[in-house]
């Protein structure tokens, strides 16, 4: 079996604005990602509809912005409904260059005014004979509530995650007090990569001077080939709300 590689980037996208909301980046974040290059893009916060923005700013998009996102790279994608309102609504997406085989979106609201899910899906990775599973996740602000979603994740994982399938979950855990390790380390057996290679996790919020860890890369099934946080700065700062982080990995 090759020993293949897989590059992997999460992004919380603030919907497409800048941290300020002053200004529409979409397409800034677009010619950045395809500079990186990555096979899969965990994305948080982006627009599967919206009315409103639609016809205010010029430069919106006519498809919707996971499809606008991937266009002629990541030919597979998956979006999943966070929060619903008047104007359209917002959750997660998964970008990828290989087939996504499937894939589902898991409800793990506890809060009416905080929607939240888990978007699960399967890709099939040339070189890997196994299907590599991929969590894009987007927890809650206050601690009750993560620690519900956490047990939902970790549940989710023991009954369908085969412990011999690798793999990788990513995204923004809003768990700037570090207590997702409980879960998902002890209970799981995966490991957070820039904690495992730099000693702490990457600070991502908020991005102008970022202090706070929210955003994470866990993994299972695999060697870490490259972690590196060389996205904190410019152009990143400018944008969203959050950095990205950027890993790659190969096959145990």
């Not at 677009?30 to 923005?53: M, T, Y």
């Not at 590599?132 to 994982?157: D, N």
């Not at 495992?196 to 870490?224: E, K, N, Q």
Request: glycine share 6%; aromatic share 12%; proline share 4%.
């Amino acid at each position: 079996m090759s020993r293949a590689s897989l590059k992997v980037l999460t992004y919380n996208i603030h919907k497409g604005f800048s941290a300020t909301n002053l200004r529409f980046i979409l397409h800034e974040i677009k010619n950045l990602l395809r500079h990186i290059d990555a096979d899969v893009i965990f994305i948080q916060e982006i627009h599967g509809e919206c009315n409103i923005s639609n016809n205010q700013f010029d430069d919106w998009p006519n498809n919707r912005q996971f499809e606008f996102l991937a266009d002629q790279v990541w030919h597979h994608y998956a979006y999943g409904k966070n929060v619903i309102y008047r104007s359209g609504h917002h959750g997660n997406a998964i970008l990828s260059k290989y087939p996504l085989i499937e894939w589902e979106n898991i409800n793990v609201s506890i809060l009416r005014s905080a929607s939240r899910s888990l978007l699960h899906g399967t890709v099939q990775v040339p070189g890997i004979h196994q299907k590599v599973h991929i969590i894009c996740v987007h927890l809650g602000l206050f601690g009750h509530e993560r620690e519900r979603q956490l047990l939902t994740l970790a549940k989710r994982i023991n009954s369908h995650v085969p412990s011999d399938e690798p793999l990788i979950i990513a995204g923004d855990f809003n768990d700037w007090r570090g207590r997702a390790e409980h879960y998902l380390n002890r209970d799981l057996g995966v490991e957070e990569v820039f904690k495992m290679t730099h000693g702490a996790y990457a600070r991502t919020f908020p991005s102008w001077f970022p202090v706070l860890s929210l955003d994470r890369i866990y993994y299972r099934g695999f060697s870490v080939i490259s972690c590196n946080n060389h996205l904190n700065g410019l152009p990143w700062k400018r944008l969203s709300d959050h950095i990205p982080l950027f890993a790659e990995f190969r096959l145990i």
